[in-house]
């Protein structure tokens, strides 16, 4: 069974990156044809999806944060990885790794909590 865990810092500073690791175990993040996203859940809000890897390295980015979003992969690992800079109070969220195809998200990590302050 696929299994997903995201790691990385609980506490950015603004104006900093922001800098989180997905590690997968039970399967291989080059399988074709899954892709693998970053989403995140701010407080009191909804599920925003942020982008995604897919399982040939190619990615694809939210409009809204793409000047700002880089996904990358460790294939040796088996981890994608998200970076997002320029962080302000407003990125403060839950961030969850997913595991998509044909559009359904079908496996999650637990999600990490990033806040980003001062």
């Known amino acids: 069974q696929v299994q997903l865990q995201e790691s990385g810092p609980g506490l950015v500073k603004p104006s900093q990156t922001l800098s989180l690791t997905c590690t997968v175990s039970?399967?291989?993040?080059?399988?074709?044809?899954?892709?693998w996203s970053w989403i995140r859940q701010p407080p009191g809000k909804g599920l925003e999806w942020m982008g995604v890897?897919?399982?040939?390295?190619?990615?694809y980015y939210s409009p809204s944060l793409k000047s700002r979003t880089s996904i990358s992969r460790d294939t040796s690992k088996n981890q994608f990885s998200l970076q997002l800079s320029s962080v302000t109070p407003e990125d403060t969220a839950v961030y969850y790794c997913?595991?998509?195809?044909?559009?359904?998200?079908?496996?999650w990590g637990q999600g990490t909590q990033v806040t980003v302050s001062s």
């Open positions: 997913a595991r998509e195809i044909a559009t359904m998200f079908v496996h």
């Open positions: 890897i897919a399982y040939d390295g190619s990615t």
């Open positions: 039970g399967g291989s993040i080059t399988t074709s044809y899954y892709a």
